[in-house]
């Protein structure tokens, strides 16, 4: 890409609502949502508390606003059953399966470069 390429990218994606490449990935790629999408990918379907007790650190506040958002996005579908206790299980979206092969390689990367990241961090 040359620099005037350059140029006119930077001003026409400045704005979040406009660049595709941070407003996608401003959604998923917060602490909380790979994970929760990597434990979606896991099984079909998922209970709340299965989720919660993959990712024990969560507070149950940040998983049902995660949730919402990554169902608001379309990469997660939410399935409530009529039933007493009511029942709510969680799956993958076609979208949100097709972003797991990409989370996997990120996933793979983060394994192989983290001791040497971690010992850059420690100079």
Not at 61 to 82: F, I, M
Not at 94 to 120: C, F, H, M
């Amino acid at each position: 890409m040359n620099g005037l390429q350059l140029q006119e990218n930077l001003k026409k994606y400045t704005r979040i609502e406009d660049c595709p490449i941070r407003n996608v990935l401003s959604r998923f790629s917060s602490k909380w949502a790979m994970l929760i999408l990597c434990v979606l990918s896991e099984n079909e379907a998922t209970r709340f508390n299965t989720i919660s007790k993959a990712i024990p650190d969560i507070s149950p506040k940040v998983l049902t606003e995660t949730l919402k958002a990554l169902e608001t996005d379309g990469l997660v579908k939410r399935r409530l059953y009529a039933e007493i206790p009511p029942r709510v299980e969680y799956s993958l979206t076609e979208v949100g399966q097709s972003l797991i092969p990409i989370l996997n390689s990120l996933i793979t990367w983060a394994l192989d470069n983290s001791a040497y990241i971690s010992k850059r961090r420690k100079k």
